[in-house]
């Protein structure tokens, strides 16, 4: 029987992986689609998850760090898909809204432009480049998986886990654990260590959810109450006209 070496494992897992992940923000879009609206979503994740992408392509590149094919495809594909999410932010955001985003996403492109000038500049060794380009990812790196604390925030606040999904969360404590396990079998510490404390991050975002889910279901089910009534009073309300009307019509 073949047994897969553990790179070429977990090059097979981390495709799987990451179309989990984009499956998992799927139910995100179709409300966003649905509704016409970002509501309350925010697109943070998605802006950070964009140049963290870009920055981890330019890690990839044969000319900063050879041999490192899967880094370069995964976040190749990351790239395109944040495009196409951020694209549908861009087309619900109100005009404020969308003109940060694009101003963020404008800055962004700036910024990795002027690193791999910057690198490819004064870095003349695969080596240095990949000492300089490493550090920058873990920084990206970090700020990717840190991006969701303001919704954690949110979620103490309110005492409500429907703006922060589930299956997005599990996604990113999957890719996280993955690669950390990959960079392990690469001795690669520029992979290991941001993606060990997004598990980490992750992880604190799967305890918060265990710890609001109840509330969620309770606050969900006072507000369709309340929907509810207001349509009962509604209902109330036209059908008293119509009586005081029939009646007026009566007396007259």
Known sequence: MHICKPPQFFFIFSWVEFFFLIFARRPTFVTIWKKKSVEQ????????????????????????????????????????????????FLFYSAGKSRRKIILILIGEIIFIAAVALIVLTVAHTTQKRTLMVGIICIVFNVGMYAAPLSIMKMVITTNSVEYMPFTISLASFLNGASWVCYAIFEFDLFIVVPNGLGTLFSLAQLILYAAYYKSTKRIFIERKARELQG??????????GSTRVHDIREAR
């Open 231 to 240: 349509i009962d009073l509604d209902e109330i309300t036209v059908n008293c």
């Open 41 to 88: 979503f925010s697109p943070v994740p998605y802006l950070a998850t964009f140049i963290n992408c870009m920055i981890w392509i330019l890690y990839g590149l044969p000319i900063i760090k050879p041999n490192n094919i899967l880094v370069l495809t995964i976040n190749g594909a990351g790239v395109l898909i944040e495009i196409v999410y951020i694209s549908l």
